[in-house]
């Protein structure tokens, strides 16, 4: 198969031809027609998390077909239309038991504890726990969209902070995650606030639904600024982003009892940020990580998606190849594309 491949952090990746993967007997091979470029694939690139061994083939967004199954795959079949959520699970654990698979003891990740999707095919193991049926209504850049970002802001949105029609709702930084956050707080009822520091995406956030919007870098004071909006404080709030001055903001930001949800990612040299903790006492604030979302709670998300409440496809800005992929991964970092970046010619 040809493939992305690295076997030195922070080396520019290679396009070569590797062997094609087999399936377990549990597990199947996806021939990757769509896969999402993320930040999460650049700090995998930069070194960032354990889970890598090199040399290393990254990507973790996806959709395809399935190519081959083995005998153990009772629910699926060559031929199959799927996604798969970027963290899947074991299927025994007691985590997994309580259908919490985005927290499971021995999850795996595509792209971070084994090879990954920037590749003509990935292997999946325990597929009949961890794989999604797609809609044939949905193309395959749209489905592979919604495996980190989309699906991980819906349950950031809808499960962990809980979102109500009519809450004022803060969104730290309009990314993939931000913007897809916004959206979803939007189809709910809920009113978003979208804070970043481009203008371009401020506008873009505005057309998926933020009723109000702060530049960061032109607000001397964002959680002042979001508590005068919203006279009081949000009621629920969300890093995006994952670093130090968006997580503090986020949770200073909220109101009394509100809610604070991480979803962006806190390593390396941010993994230990400041938080004003007199407040959550005093205010009793709520304070969640968001890390996923199990495969069985898709069909929340896709039923929104096919009545057209939700439409993701306005997050993609476009469509690259393999081989564009590279630049487009090690300067994640500086990008300033708006929109998600998907692999769809390989």
Request: charged residues 20%.
């Amino acid at each position: 198969m040809k493939a992305m491949y690295y076997d030195a952090f922070e080396k520019v990746p290679e396009i070569k031809v590797l062997p094609d993967p087999k399936p377990s007997e549990n597990g199947v091979v996806i021939k990757v027609e769509a896969t999402g470029l993320c930040r999460s694939d650049w700090h995998g690139w930069m070194g960032h998390d354990a889970d890598i061994r090199l040399p290393h083939v990254p990507g973790h967004e996806l959709a395809g077909t399935i190519a081959a199954a083995g005998r153990g795959v009772l629910r699926y079949k060559v031929g199959d239309r799927v996604t798969v959520p970027f963290v899947s699970g074991c299927g025994r654990c007691a985590e997994c038991r309580s259908g919490n698979q985005q927290v499971c003891e021995a999850q795996f990740q595509p792209g971070f504890t084994h090879w990954g999707s920037f590749a003509e095919y990935v292997a999946i193991d325990f597929a009949d726990q961890n794989l999604v049926h797609l809609p044939e209504s949905m193309d395959f850049a749209t489905a592979a969209s919604l495996g980190c970002r989309f699906a991980t802001s819906f349950r950031a949105v809808a499960d962990q902070a809980r979102v109500k029609g009519g809450e004022w709702v803060a969104v730290h930084g309009c990314g993939g995650v931000g913007l897809s956050a916004i959206m979803i707080a939007a189809a709910l009822g809920a009113n978003p606030i979208a804070i970043d520091i481009s203008e371009e995406k401020l506008a873009f956030a505005r057309k998926l639904g933020a009723v109000a919007a702060i530049n960061g870098k032109e607000t001397a004071d964002v959680a002042e600024a979001v508590r005068e909006i919203t006279k009081g404080g949000a009621h629920v709030s969300i890093d995006a982003l994952g670093s130090p001055v968006t997580c503090f903001n986020s949770i200073k930001n909220l109101r009394r009892r509100g809610r604070h949800v991480q979803v962006g990612l806190m390593l390396a040299e941010h993994a230990t940020p400041e938080i004003p903790m007199a407040q959550v006492i005093g205010h009793e604030l709520e304070i969640y990580g968001s890390h996923g979302m199990q495969a069985w709670r898709y069909d929340a998300m896709l039923a929104m998606i096919t009545a057209g409440k939700l439409n993701p496809k306005q997050l993609i800005g476009r469509e690259i190849s393999l081989e564009e992929a590279v630049p487009a991964l090690v300067t994640m970092d500086r990008a300033t594309d708006l929109g998600i970046s998907v692999i769809t010619r390989f």
